[in-house]
């Protein structure tokens, strides 16, 4: 497991996933082989966090991609508009995996496991302090928000701390959180998050989630509204 920094369901219907790559991102050249480039490929298999909008969502814009059937990324839900997808990092670009793209003797839930793997041996998550007091994880720019897809860390990051975190995603690189109930410091970390939005770039979600340290469940208490003020 990777991280240090402190001492010792299927789319329905049309749906848009938000652009959240830094490098160009290639999901509409089918594979050649997908089996052949599955097993060359699967230890740069990675999961991407992404925000899931509705065709109806105000937020759609040229800024995102439209899916149907097969060529619909495979992905699982996680809470709310935050899904999980998968992606193979190809050193100059990243390849989204899709529904016609994944073998067929490779489960979805395998392919989490393998795509877990990988960002836990791979990826550098250092937890640093932020200007108002609480904490944030680090990866690299790329990885930040696949850290919830590490329930080990979590728990090591709860038991660190003492108690259950309340914890902002407003970007792909922004993994933030706080110790359940200090007032101030939720608040600060809503202003942050309600800032991120203003000025930010490869946003994700206003909501603001809970991390139990005494069942290891994620669940949303709050959501940082357009009009939030200081």
Not at 86 to 97: H, K, N, T
Not at 160 to 166: A, F, M, Q, R, V
């Amino acid at each position: 497991m990777s991280y240090i920094g402190v001492l010792p369901a299927n789319i329905t219907s049309m749906a848009f996933i938000k652009n959240l790559f830094q490098k160009p991102m290639e999901a509409d050249t089918e594979l050649p082989n997908k089996d052949l480039f599955f097993a060359t490929h699967r230890d740069k298999l990675y999961p991407w966090v992404k925000v899931l909008l509705s065709d109806n969502d105000p937020r759609l814009n040229e800024n995102v991609y439209g899916f149907k059937g097969d060529e619909s990324p495979i992905f699982r839900n996680w809470l709310e508009d935050l899904i999980i997808n998968y992606v193979f990092d190809m050193g100059d670009r990243f390849q989204v995996l899709l529904q016609r793209d994944l073998p067929s003797s490779v489960s979805e839930n395998e392919l989490h496991d393998i795509a877990v793997e990988n960002l836990s041996r791979d990826v550098e998550f250092l937890l640093r302090d932020t200007n108002f007091g609480g904490y944030m994880l680090t990866a690299g720019g790329d990885h930040e928000a696949g850290s919830i897809c590490l329930p080990e860390m979590w728990h090591w990051l709860a038991e660190h701390i003492g108690n259950s975190l309340i914890v902002a995603i407003p970007a792909k690189d922004l993994v933030l959180f706080v110790q359940k109930g200090d007032t101030d410091k939720i608040n600060n970390l809503k202003i942050f998050v309600h800032d991120s939005f203003k000025e930010g770039e490869r946003l994700l979600t206003r909501n603001i989630f809970e991390y139990s340290r005494d069942t290891a469940e994620w669940s949303i208490v709050d959501t940082v509204g357009e009009n939030a003020s200081r």
